[in-house]
């Protein structure tokens, strides 16, 4: 995949020409907004197990050259999806220093200053995510709005590790800690909608569930993401920054995003 994932000539327009699906069905994000949203009083409130993962245990953090991916352990899972599914790994989106608007998700046409998902596959018919990656059913990913606030210490425990992953192919390991520390109080409020993989090869394999309240981080935590990574490697004579790694909202037609909250 060429480092410029999200500009210049090989920017998102170009990916259809290497990656066929990109330009294809059901492909996400997409923006939500009220004239496409149904209540579904059936969306229950996901069940979060094996979340909470000791100190003891250790995430990998890595820079791939187009996000800052932590890989999860096998033992955390999601039920009250269709099928049970299995964490494989979280990474986020952002914008830049000049303008912190790089969620990819957006709420009538509103950008938040960025995003977290946490990617998800279906382990009770795939035996992993890259056998899942490619199957309808095979992806649920969890997206967490992320907007300026306080301070933020359960994001900081990967944030302050950024310093060692600047650039492409760098890891560090993180403690454990308890990922449901990143999510949102309310895990009932929810858009739901069958989408894709916003990045190449966009599969429509994605079963999205973007919680309705964003999480708060601070300007400098935000700061820090937008400025700390680069995409190329660190011997690179012409370093490129990561930043604006987010796709931008795809046609949405004929189709409806589920909310499990009344409006
Ligand atoms: N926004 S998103 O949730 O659609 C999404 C990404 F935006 C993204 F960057 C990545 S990645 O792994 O960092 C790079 C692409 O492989 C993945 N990774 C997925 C796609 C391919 C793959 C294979 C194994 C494990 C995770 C993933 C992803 F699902
Ligand atoms: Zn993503």
Redesign the pocket.
């Known amino acids: 995949?060429s480092l410029l994932?999200y500009a210049g000539p090989d920017g998102e327009k170009a990916w259809p020409k290497k990656y066929p699906f990109c330009g294809g069905v059901f492909q996400?994000?997409i923006d939500f907004h009220k004239d496409i949203l149904q209540y579904d009083s059936n969306l229950l409130p996901l069940e979060f197990i094996g979340y909470n993962v000791p100190s003891t245990d250790q995430f990998t953090l890595t820079n791939?050259g187009?996000?800052v991916?932590m890989y999860l352990s096998p033992t955390m899972y999601i039920r009250n999806l269709p099928f049970e599914y299995t964490a494989?790994?979280l990474?986020l989106?952002w914008g830049n220093k000049n303008k912190s608007e790089g969620s990819?998700h957006t709420v009538s046409g509103k950008h938040f200053a960025a995003?977290l998902?946490i990617?998800h596959?279906n382990s009770e018919k795939y035996p992993?995510?890259?056998a899942a990656?490619d199957k309808a059913d095979g992806?649920a990913?969890l997206?967490i709005l992320l907007e300026i606030g306080p301070f933020n210490p359960s994001y900081e425990k990967i944030f302050r590790h950024f310093r060692n992953v600047k650039y492409k192919d760098q890891m560090v390991q993180v403690p454990g800690f308890n990922i449901r520390e990143l999510l949102p109080d309310r895990l009932d409020e929810y858009y739901r909608y069958e989408g894709?993989?916003?990045?190449?090869?966009?599969?429509p394999s994605?079963l999205w569930t973007v919680f309705r309240h964003p999480v708060k981080i601070s300007q400098e935590q935000l700061l820090a993401l937008e400025t700390a990574m680069y995409c190329t490697e660190s011997d690179d004579p012409e370093p490129l920054e990561m930043v604006d790694?987010f796709?931008n909202v795809q046609e949405f037609h004929e189709r409806l995003v589920f909310i499990s909250f009344r409006e």
Request: aromatic content about 6%; some cysteine; hydrophobic content about 30%.
């Open positions: 995949v994932l996400s994000p791939n187009h996000s991916k494989s790994q990474h989106h990819e995003e998902h990617v596959y992993d995510v890259t990656m992806l990913v997206a894709s993989l916003t990045t190449p090869p966009c599969y994605v790694n796709r």
